[in-house]
């Protein structure tokens, strides 16, 4: 049973908050603010009870190094206008110049700059699971878009926690998921999006034993396009998941469900191009 804020002891302690603010930056300055604005009355349902935030998020594809194109300044800007409260900015994420800051800091929010600057985080490195969850006391994931992901500040590090739950926002999805997967009006048909195959195939199967259609999006949908032999043009494609593509067609066919990618390219004629690789 995933605990609730409110089912945490917060009084007083360090909260560690991972969050999706893996938001489009453009010019310097945060394009679009949807993912941090909706964490919001996490952040604010936490600051009633506990003695500070540290805030935790990646940010593009910066392989593993520190680059300024993929810094969270940007992101420490917006949330500090839109919290109303300062908002400290740290110049890593693990370290003792770090840890020194979250506990001698005067600010209640402090966000630590892009965990995807360490290659440890995609590797769910053990060593930097243990070094970020020595900033806090309580962790709370509220990182619905990236919760798939077995990285170090998603899984790794909550080996680490006794008291650990689940934000506002990702409650919410999971209350929604759990009442459409457990008895979804029929027919019932899931659009699924993101760029890789590799990143869905549990989710994939998963939905085939529940779904009537499978309307497949995003970089992915290329791939198994690709599989059926459609050209896709300079797309992204996972060139050695093909055959795993095929497979996952032939398994929705012999459930009688509908994977339906095509669409996709149906909108790339109509904006007369096919969709590139995305920049973040």
């Known amino acids: 049973m995933i605990k609730t804020i409110d089912q945490l002891p917060l009084e007083n302690k360090v909260v560690f908050l991972r969050v999706d603010f893996n938001v489009p930056v453009r010019d310097g300055k945060v394009a679009e603010p949807h993912r941090i604005d909706s964490t919001l009355p996490t952040i604010r349902r936490i600051l009633q009870r506990a003695k500070k935030v540290v805030i935790a998020s990646h940010l593009g594809r910066p392989d593993g190094k520190p680059s300024p ?24 994420c693990i370290g003792a110049e770090v840890e020194r800051l979250v506990r001698e800091s005067t600010h209640r929010i402090i966000l630590l700059e892009n965990l995807r600057f360490h290659k440890e985080e995609e590797a769910n490195d053990s060593a930097f699971s243990k070094a970020l969850a020595a900033l806090a006391d309580v962790y709370i994931d509220d990182a619905f878009g990236a919760a798939h992901r077995a990285h170090a500040s998603i899984v790794g590090m909550a080996a680490h926690f006794k008291d650990k739950g689940a934000g506002l926002l990702m409650q919410k999805e999971l209350d929604y998921l759990s009442r459409v997967l457990t008895n979804p009006d029929k027919p019932f048909a899931t659009i699924l999006g993101g760029a890789k195959v590799s990143d869905k195939i549990g989710v994939i199967r998963n939905l085939l034993s529940k779904v009537n259609a499978l309307l497949i999006g995003g970089g992915m949908a290329y791939t198994f396009l690709k599989a059926q032999g459609v050209e896709i043009g300079k797309s992204l494609v996972e060139n050695d998941k093909l055959e795993l593509a095929l497979e996952l067609l032939q398994e929705g066919a012999a459930r009688h469900v509908a994977i339906c990618c095509r669409w996709i390219m149906s909108l790339a004629t109509q904006t007369k191009k096919i969709p590139r ?4």
């Open 69 to 92: 194109k993929y810094s969270l300044a940007p992101v420490r800007e917006h949330l500090e206008q839109v919290i109303k409260e300062p908002v400290v900015l740290a110049a890593d």
């Open 277 to 280: 690789r995305p920049t973040q």
